[in-house]
């Protein structure tokens, strides 16, 4: 099920960005930008969850970028680092809550 989720990225440099994304999983996230990090690049994606008080923060790298050329969208992929398991499982609750996971499938 597709779904927007408002997200913010901090890059080497400390600076947030703002992006999106409607393909996020355990493992890593698209993340639609203006703001392209390079391929490499260590990032710390800020999710905020409505159940949670503060944002979910999960490190991790670039994969691939996407300049917005030959009809794909603009941004880029991120792998997420090994999450430790209190994050994993709010990383989970929120797909969960917000149907990209299936609770059959778990």
Known sequence: MPL????????GAA???EGSTVD??????FVQTRHLPSVGEAIVVLLTAPTA??????????RWVHD???????????KFDPIEPSRARALYELLQA???IDEDDS
Not at 4 to 11: G, N, Q
Request: hydrophobic letters at 40%; aromatic letters at 10%.
């Open 4 to 11: 927007e989720m408002r997200l913010r990225f901090r890059t």
């Open 68 to 78: 917005g050329q030959a009809g794909k969208e603009r941004g880029f992929g991120v």
């Open 53 to 62: 008080w503060d944002p979910l923060e999960l490190g991790g790298r670039v």
């Open 98 to 100: 917000n149907a990209f």
């Open 15 to 17: 600076l947030e960005h």
């Open 24 to 29: 996020l999983g355990m493992g890593g996230a």
